[in-house]
């Protein structure tokens, strides 16, 4: 095996319905680099003020091309899904105030932008 590096850029770039102004998310380095068959780790710090759940995405984006939804996560609740080509090499862990997304066996076709996203759900007022 080769031993080639990547790099791999995570940014802000999404904004979902249900925000508010003090709710934020962006990621901790703009630029992150790793080793064919080892595993990359991008991390995105966030804050709301929802005292209910969050939903936090991940998607990639290759050049010239819409991003593509890889998985989401809730804090606040047992919630997840990921897209088919990620069950296996990609998976993600929140804290009250970040998320992560881990990639293993990385492999060229894994270089790409990728974005990290929050969604804020509807405070429970019952």
Request: charged share 20%.
């Amino acid at each position: 095996m080769m031993n080639m590096k990547f790099i791999f850029t995570s940014l802000l770039a999404l904004a979902l319905p249900g925000l508010r102004r003090a709710d934020w998310i962006r990621s901790q380095e703009s630029e992150v680099s790793g080793a064919e068959g080892k595993t990359v780790s991008l991390f995105c710090n966030y804050y709301t003020s929802s005292r209910s759940f969050v939903s936090l995405f991940w998607y990639r984006q290759y050049p010239n091309q819409a991003p593509e939804y890889i998985l989401y996560r809730q804090w606040g609740s047992s919630g997840k899904g990921y897209a088919s080509f990620a069950t296996e090499r990609f998976y993600s862990d929140n804290t009250a105030n970040t998320t992560n997304l881990y990639i293993r066996k990385v492999v060229p076709a894994d270089t790409a932008l990728y974005l990290c996203a929050l969604e804020r759900h509807k405070e429970n007022t019952a």
